[in-house]
Structures are given as structure tokens and as C-alpha cells.
């Protein structure tokens, strides 16, 4: 039993999350920032894009920018000697697509509930606006940031159809969990396709578990 797709979800998956969480924090406050109307919609619809699109159809822009013969990935081989498309490195970047939208939805969301007089309060005051961001809407917003986090990080984890057109199939390199369910069933191979699914249900359980534990707490400390 190959246990590698495990080991490359998870690293892929704790390292989409980490670029995921600070990107999308950021986004959702820089969007609510904004004073136009229009300005807001047109950034949010393209932010919130990779949600709605078949994850087959991002992946096609992914590997249009980053493959190796593309501009983007032509550069970094050139450039810095760095292949991105078919290694493990694009694996991370096809998950964090495809998760980006719900921490930036879910960022966005507890960013856009906290109090709008306590903001305006602390503008008053003079106090600059990365300190209000930090002391005031940060704090007030965690729940939901957090919130986002975890779901982010199982998306990221479940993520198939622009890994396999960005960073392929490759046995112990780039086959991710659900890779590798899909490599199993069609080799015929039932009995680890199972293991691989039992361990994906588990994880993403234990996540929604966390998940719900966090807000039952953030609840009860709210009324006390």
C-alpha cells in the first residue's frame, strides 16, 4: 500500500493554506476597502471566480500561464531554473486556486459583520488604518477568518481536477489523495481505493468536527 498521496496532501495541502489564509485575509480587506461600488463588484466576481468554474477549466488557464513552454512558466525555467508545471510545487498552486475563494468569501464576510461605529470611532481618533486592521477588525473578524481557514484547507486537500492538469499524475511526486483514488479505480484496484477514501472522509471530517467545536466556543464565549 502506497501511502505517499497522504504524505503529498498534507504537505500540499498545510502549505496551500498558508499562502491561502494571508492572501485572503488580505484580499477581503483590501476589497472592502474600496470606495467604488462597481470597482468592488467587478474585483469580488474575479476573485470569486475559481468557485465557480469546473476546476478542469482553471487548471486549463494554470497550465496556459505556467506550463513549460508558456511565459510564465518559460520565465522561472529561464530565469531561476525552476520548472513549476508536472512538480509538486504545482500542486500547491492548483489548490490554492481553487481554495483562495472561500477564505476570501469567508474573510470577507466576518470583515464586512463587525461594528462600522467602532471603525469610524478609531478613525476619528487618527489611529492609521493597518493599526485599526490589526487592533480592531481583526480580532472582531477571527471567527469567520478561522472559520474560512478550515474549510480552505479541506478544499485544498480534496482538490483534483486542476492538479491534474497542472502538476499531473506522477507517482510519489505529484498524486495526491484524490489522484489517487482515481489512479485505483481504474487500475482495478477497489481495496485501496477504499484506504484512500476512508482516509480523505476522515480527515475532512475531523476538519468540519474542529470546525464546528470552534464556533460552538466562540458562541459560548460570547454570552458570558
Not at 489517487?180 to 477497489?190: K, L, T
Request: hydrophobic share 55%.
Amino acid at each position: 500500500m502506497d501511502f505517499s498521496p497522504l504524505w503529498i496532501s498534507l504537505h500540499t495541502a498545510c502549505a496551500t493554506i498558508g499562502i491561502v489564509f494571508f492572501l485572503g485575509v488580505v484580499a477581503a480587506w483590501w476589497v472592502e476597502g474600496l470606495r467604488s461600488e462597481a470597482l468592488k463588484i467587478l474585483v469580488d466576481g474575479v476573485f470569486t471566480l475559481p468557485m465557480v468554474l469546473p476546476p478542469t477549466v482553471a487548471g486549463f488557464f494554470l497550465l496556459f500561464f505556467f506550463g513549460n513552454n508558456r511565459l510564465v512558466g518559460h520565465f522561472f525555467i529561464d530565469t531561476f531554473g525552476v520548472q513549476i508545471a508536472f512538480t509538486w510545487p504545482a500542486t500547491v498552486l492548483a489548490a490554492a486556486v481553487i481554495s483562495f475563494p472561500l477564505m476570501y468569501r469567508s474573510a470577507r464576510g466576518a470583515l464586512a459583520q463587525v461594528d462600522k461605529g467602532m471603525l469610524e470611532a478609531a478613525r476619528s481618533l487618527g489611529i492609521p488604518e493597518w493599526r485599526i486592521f490589526w487592533r480592531i477588525h481583526l480580532p472582531n473578524a477571527l471567527p469567520g477568518i478561522i472559520s474560512g481557514g478550515l474549510l480552505a484547507f479541506a478544499r485544498g486537500l480534496g482538490e483534483f481536477g486542476a492538479t491534474a492538469m497542472l502538476a499531473g499524475n506522477i507517482a510519489g511526486k505529484t498524486r495526491t489523495l484524490p489522484l489517487a483514488v482515481y489512479s485505483a479505480v481504474a487500475a482495478g484496484d477497489w481495496d485501496a481505493a477504499s484506504v484512500y477514501v476512508a482516509v480523505i472522509v476522515v480527515i475532512c471530517l475531523l476538519v468540519v468536527i474542529g470546525l464546528n467545536c470552534y464556533l460552538y466556543y466562540c458562541k459560548k464565549r460570547q454570552e458570558r
